[in-house]
């Protein structure tokens, strides 16, 4: 991807909603939600809704949230997205401990498993650490700079996540390549050790989403309506679930080709025997069970929900996994269903999350539309027909012909 | 008269490039061909003299080295893609290869070994591959070891190599890209050597030259800051038969040299990161 294409995506971006986002702390204490700008945190122990406290002296998030993470032990918790702000929380009790800028805008976080370092990637495809000694002493963290420690030549990251054991830190990019590095021990020196690739999706084909599970597993979802399985040592793709064939949800693009939808999310068990994928136009969710003996996936159940326009756009799943969290939209209405009906919190909960419960039908359906919109543009890569790229081309002075 | 459409074929190139090839023979006024060497012409296949290296462009690329089709490489040795039972690998990358110069001079110092030249302008690959297919039906059993691929260098080496597969990588008078804030263009750089270190094997060399300085002090900047890479010693330098044709056996190093250019070069050995 060229910088002109770079920077009028994002552009064109500012009119779009960003999918809302959900996470939920490790032992279900808490569960954050991010819409827009805005990022809601209900405490789930207490049954109450958190303020926000931000001591950090950081501005406040102003523009879409793109990614947020709980820590694996859940003390810490980390914001970012297109206002270029990695704000980083602690969770007990809930207070910004500490604003990064990024120079460009921020796509992917992690936290690393001993909580010692947040990682961040940028628009860039550059991924970026920061130093959190100090943090546990429950200082304020000054001074903290970011320092860049690894990059995918000028794609945009999608998913930044650290493997169970902490020897690796996994990054997937939009083109398509997921690439597994090993953490050292100084990652602030650079992350330089390749430990494999996992290819074998086509470069044309993005990736939505991955998550590593235990014994040196990954789990992908992808715009071409797979869920794939990998070997993250070696980089081998052990098996690939066609979703969208299976579920026979096959789907017109507006065009005359009809295709199969994007998987837009997914989430594993923390064993990695169940894994939660949502998929672009399916009104539910989809249950795959993953062998990890005999490296298979397949589909165990198709949830659906009967909601009008359900698109779930973001999933998560405690440590203790007793309930799937699913935010839709990026509005405010309906944002979270649970397996079984009893949601801890109740009413008030749905409140806080929501926003407002009563918001009426017509803008929710409306709203829907935008999201299904924005997912697919960010999911699907922009193809440009012939005479616009040429266009494109003669309106650039880089391409000079020179004899 | 007959047309090189070669173009367009995308991987099944070396099945109508022959075609093209042979029927370029049979024909002796081929404005194409150079009456002298017969050997395909530059002047015909001259391209823009850089290219963007962000720009997304349509080309295939393999999903992965397993699938790199040798056969349509390396024919003779690999006369059909289910005998290549993936024992013999591509050693030798040339990256940014250009016109082609270093693999024809390495192919017969290393009969037994297989090199790609990698490059990303359309137009100078077509070149590479007449000449590569002129020069084996010109001398009968060699040039068999060499091949050229068109793709991306900075976003597809995975793709084409296994870890650790290289044993020997080259850069040479690579684009400079001199403004700072298309230093990211360049193909030395700290993220990228990370991967050139994934598909070089410990102890494989990494060979780089240029004419513009602040360029060769720029590779030598990230090689050396690079934990993954060692300096070879002058003894070893010395005793490498590659070094010595760094600065002359490309279309470019010998531009250099008739100009009387200084060139700067660097080269560094894959090793172990002490992490
Ligand atoms: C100045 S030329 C040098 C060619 C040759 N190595 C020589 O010494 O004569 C640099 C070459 O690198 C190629 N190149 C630039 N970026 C590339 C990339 N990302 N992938 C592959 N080739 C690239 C250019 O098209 C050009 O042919």
């Known amino acids: ?403 | 008269m007959c047309s090189i459409s070669v173009s367009q074929v995308s991987f099944g190139w070396s099945i109508s490039v022959n075609l093209v090839w042979r029927e370029m023979l049979e024909n002796e006024a081929n404005p194409y061909l150079s009456k002298t060497t017969r050997l395909p012409r530059k002047r015909f296949y001259r391209a823009r003299a850089h290219s963007n290296p962000l720009s997304d462009s349509h080309f295939p690329v393999p999903v992965a080295p397993s699938q790199v089709d040798y056969s349509l490489h390396y024919p003779q040795l690999f006369p059909s893609s289910d005998q290549d039972d993936g024992s013999q690998k591509i050693k030798f990358a040339d990256i940014g290869c250009g016109f082609g110069g270093l693999l024809i001079s390495l192919s017969t110092l290393f009969p037994e070994t297989l090199m790609i030249g990698m490059e990303l302008r359309d137009k100078v690959t077509e070149y590479v591959k007449e000449r590569i297919l002129a020069l084996r039906v010109a001398n009968p059993g060699q040039y068999q070891n060499i091949s050229v691929a068109r793709t991306n260098s900075m976003k597809y080496i995975p793709n084409y190599f296994e870890k650790g597969q290289l044993s020997k990588m080259f850069f040479l008078f690579p684009d400079p890209h001199f403004k700072e804030k298309n230093h990211r263009r360049r193909v030395i750089s700290m993220h990228l050597l990370d991967e050139y270190a994934y598909a070089l094997e410990v102890g494989g060399i990494i060979y780089t030259i240029t004419d513009v300085e602040e360029l060769g002090e720029w590779m030598k900047a990230c090689l050396e800051d690079h934990p993954m890479f060692e300096a070879l010693t002058e003894e070893d330098l010395e005793a490498d038969p590659v070094a010595k044709l760094l600065g002359s056996a490309t279309e470019e190093g010998q531009k250099v040299a008739r100009n009387g250019g200084q060139t700067f070069q660097t080269v560094y050995r894959r090793i172990m990161p002490n992490i």
């Open chain 1, 1 to 403: 991807m060229d910088e002109t294409t770079m920077e009028e995506g994002d552009h064109s971006r500012d009119t779009e909603v960003a999918p809302a986002l959900v996470a939920v702390h490790p032992t279900q204490r808490s569960v954050a939600v991010a819409v827009g700008s805005d990022l809601r945190v209900f405490d789930l122990q207490g049954g109450c809704s958190v303020s926000l406290v931000d001591d950090s002296g950081g501005r406040p998030h102003n523009d879409s949230i793109r990614a947020i993470c709980y820590g694996a032990k859940g003390k810490l918790f980390v914001s970012a997205g297109d206002d270029k702000l990695v704000k980083i929380w602690n969770t007990d009790p809930w207070s910004c401990i500490y604003t990064v800028s990024s120079e460009k805008r921020v796509s992917a976080v992690a936290i690393s498993n001993d909580a010692l370092f947040v990682c961040f990637a940028d628009k860039f495809g550059v991924v970026w650490a920061v130093d959190l000694d100090g943090f546990h002493e429950n200082q304020v963290l000054v001074n903290k700079k970011a320092v860049p420690i690894l990059a995918h030549y000028c794609s945009i990251i999608t998913s930044l996540e650290f493997s169970p054991d902490g020897q690796f830190i996994v990054s997937a990019d939009r083109d398509f390549k997921i690439r597994v590095t090993m953490f050292p021990k100084k990652p602030l020196d650079g992350a330089h050790e390749i430990q494999s690739f996992c290819l074998g999706l086509y470069p044309a084909l993005p990736l939505s989403a991955f998550q590593i599970i235990p014994q040196g597993f990954l789990v992908s979802g992808s715009g071409d309506s797979t869920v794939r399985l990998w070997d993250i040592t070696s980089g081998s793709l052990l098996d690939t679930c066609e979703v969208g064939a299976e579920a026979g949800l096959l789907q017109s693009n507006g065009g005359e080709e009809e295709c199969y939808p994007a998987v837009t999310d997914l989430c594993a068990t923390p064993d990695g025997s169940l894994v939660a994928v949502a998929i672009q136009s399916l009104s539910g969710i989809m249950l795959l069970s993953c062998n990890l003996s005999a490296k298979t996936l397949s589909i165990v159940k198709v949830v659906t929900i009967m909601e009008e326009a359900f698109i779930p756009t973001s999933l998560g799943i405690s440590s203790a996994a007793e309930l799937l969290w699913i935010v839709t939209d990026s509005v405010g209405y309906d944002p979270i269903v649970l397996e079984d009906n009893e949601v801890p919190g109740g009413v008030q909960l749905l409140e806080k999350l929501q926003g407002s419960v009563s918001i009426q039908k017509e803008v929710f359906l409306a709203a829907a539309e935008t999201v299904k919109s924005a997912m697919r543009s960010l999911l699907i890569k922009k193809q440009y027909s012939v005479e616009k790229r040429e266009f494109r081309k003669k309106g650039r002075n880089d391409r000079k012909i020179k004899q």
